[in-house]
Each structure stands twice: as structure tokens, then as C-alpha cells.
């Protein structure tokens, strides 16, 4: 490419780059605010519609298995049929309960699969249930081995039941722990996303600045003072604009000091001309001078030339030839 050229778009070239990585970076930061908000809103939906449901749904689990398994005690101790009846509506709201957890752990497999797990343990203990505790209660004093057996195995699975409901709370609670620390995370890198555009947008707005006061305006300024000393009369041709870079305006500076100067060599050209138009004018002048003394007669004119020569120059007398042949 021609050095030419090269000058010719260098500002044009370093306006455009600023403008350019400024508006890529602009992009950049865009995405990554993007990012970081799609990321925390995650984490929060997650928090409201998977954690937070699932807590509540598990501490109503609990709270009517805890139920559950007073009501089984008051029908074997006060032998209360009656209790059972009771039991069974409180096993009903427990089944609603796991079934509503696992709607709102569905997104989340390892949520999903203890849920699956937990269920599967209350149908296990809710089938044998109800069917123990009406045995026992219709033996009343014969209470066989066999009978005995599965009231400990029942109650067995109840402490497991319990301590499984109890881990998958103390899980959740982790969950939501871990996700509201990530929350924070990701609401900080978005704050800080937004500062740096904060000082990307100054700092380009300030390079910019500095590109057009030095490279643009300052430059034009000088050129215009210069121009204005030389149309007002008073300046100097011998002076030349300062050319330091190889931008536009640098070159128009530098085709400025070649015009100055082709005009400063005009004017010299004249000037000669001029003086040698006067030396041929004052040649002119000495001759139709002599012919004049010559023409006169003796006693009209003065006693020599050169004392006529020193009198036309001290009155400064300019004679044309026409007066000379008159005269």
C-alpha cells in the first residue's frame, strides 16, 4: 500500500479502532452482564421454585408422619378402633405431601430420586400399617411372637422413615445454602460488569476526547492562525507550519509549506523583476538625462554632467523623452 494512502487514513484509521474495540468491548461486557443475570436468575428460580416448595412440602410430610405415629400409639394404648380411622387420613395427607415434593424436586434428579426413595418407604410402611396395629389391637392380651416381630420391624421402619425425612430436609437446606451463596456470586460479577462499562465508557470517551483535541482540533487551530497572519499582510512567507506526524492534517500542513513557499519564491521573482525594471528605468532616465545636457546649449546648461546628473537626483526630476525632444 502507498505511503500516501497509509497517511491519508491514519486518523481516520485510529478513530474507527477506538470506536471499534470500544463497541466489541461493549459487546463483551454486554454478554457477560447477560450471562451473569440469565445465571442468578437461575439460581433464584431454583431457591423459589424447587428448594423453598420442597422444604415446605417436607416439614408437612413430617409433621404428619409425626402425627401419624401418635395417633397408632393412642389406638393401641386407649384401644381406640376409633384412632385408626384417623391414622389413615393422616397417611392420606402424608401421600399428598410426597406426591406435591416430587412435583417440585422433578427438575432436579437427585431431589427427584430421594423423593422417590422416601415415598417408597411410606407406601412400604403405610400397606403393613394399618393392618399391624388392627391385629394388635384385636389380640388385645394374645399377642403372638409373629405379631410382636412386626410391630418391631414396623416401628424399626418408622425411625428410618424419620431419619430419612430428616437427612433429605438437612440436604435441601445445603441446597439452598450453596444456591443463595451463588445468588450472591453472580450478583456481585454483575455489578462489577457493570462498573467496568461504567469505566470503559469514560476511558474511550476520554481517549476520544484526546484524539480530536490533539490530533484534529489543535492541529486545525495552527493552520488557521497561520493562513490568517498571511491574508491579513503580516506574515512571514519564510515561516512554515509545523509537520511532525504523517496523518491527513499533518499532510495538509506539509502541502501548505510547499504552497507557501512556491509563493514566497513568486514574490522574490518579482521582486527582481521589479528592481530590474527599475535599474533599466533608471538607465533610461541617465540617457534621455544626456541628451538633454547634450541638446542645450552651452550657456543653458550646467558646466558638466555629472553636476546635471547630481542636481536631477537631489530634485529628483523624472524626465520623459518626449519632453527631452521638446525641450
Known amino acids: 500500500m502507498p505511503r500516501t494512502l497509509q497517511m491519508k487514513h491514519s486518523i481516520r484509521v485510529r478513530i474507527l479502532a477506538i470506536l471499534g474495540l470500544m463497541g466489541l468491548s461493549y459487546l463483551l461486557l454486554l454478554a457477560m452482564m447477560q450471562f451473569t443475570a440469565d445465571a442468578t436468575r437461575r439460581h433464584m428460580d431454583r431457591m423459589s421454585s424447587t428448594l423453598f416448595p420442597a422444604t415446605l412440602q417436607l416439614q408437612k410430610s413430617q409433621v404428619s408422619f409425626d402425627q401419624l405415629e ?106 439452598g445454602r450453596a444456591e443463595f451463596i451463588a445468588t450472591d456470586v453472580w450478583s456481585n460479577r454483575s455489578r462489577v460488569a457493570g462498573v467496568a462499562m461504567l469505566v470503559l465508557g469514560l476511558t474511550g470517551f476520554y481517549v476520544t476526547w484526546w484524539m480530536l483535541q490533539y490530533k484534529v482540533i489543535l492541529p486545525l487551530d495552527r493552520l488557521a492562525r497561520r493562513m490568517r497572519d498571511i491574508a491579513e499582510g503580516d506574515g512571514d512567507l519564510t515561516a512554515r507550519v509545523e509537520v511532525h506526524g504523517h496523518d491527513e492534517l499533518d499532510e495538509v500542513g506539509r502541502w501548505f509549506n510547499v504552497f507557501i513557499e512556491r509563493i514566497e519564491q513568486i514574490v522574490l521573482r518579482v521582486t527582481e523583476n521589479a528592481r530590474a525594471l527599475n535599474d533599466a528605468a533608471s538607465v533610461g532616465s541617465m540617457s534621455s538625462l544626456w541628451s538633454w545636457w547634450r541638446l542645450k546649449p552651452s550657456w543653458a546648461r550646467p558646466a558638466s554632467f555629472s553636476t546635471c546628473t547630481r542636481i536631477a537626483l537631489r530634485q529628483r526630476i523624472s524626465l520623459h523623452p518626449s519632453e527631452l525632444r521638446t525641450n
Open 70 to 175: 401418635k395417633r397408632y400409639k393412642e389406638a393401641v394404648l386407649l384401644e381406640e378402633p376409633a384412632a385408626l380411622a384417623s391414622a389413615d387420613k393422616d397417611a392420606d395427607a402424608i401421600v399428598e405431601s410426597l406426591s406435591s415434593l416430587r412435583t417440585s424436586v422433578a427438575e432436579s434428579p437427585d431431589l427427584a430420586a430421594r423423593a422417590d426413595d422416601l415415598s417408597a418407604q411410606f407406601s412400604s410402611i403405610q400397606s403393613r400399617s394399618h393392618e399391624t396395629y388392627a391385629a394388635l389391637l384385636a389380640s388385645k392380651d394374645n399377642v403372638t411372637d409373629d405379631l410382636q416381630a412386626r410391630v418391631t420391624a414396623l416401628a424399626a421402619d418408622n425411625q428410618r422413615m424419620t431419619a430419612t425425612m430428616q437427612d433429605l430436609n438437612k440436604y435441601i437446606d445445603d441446597q
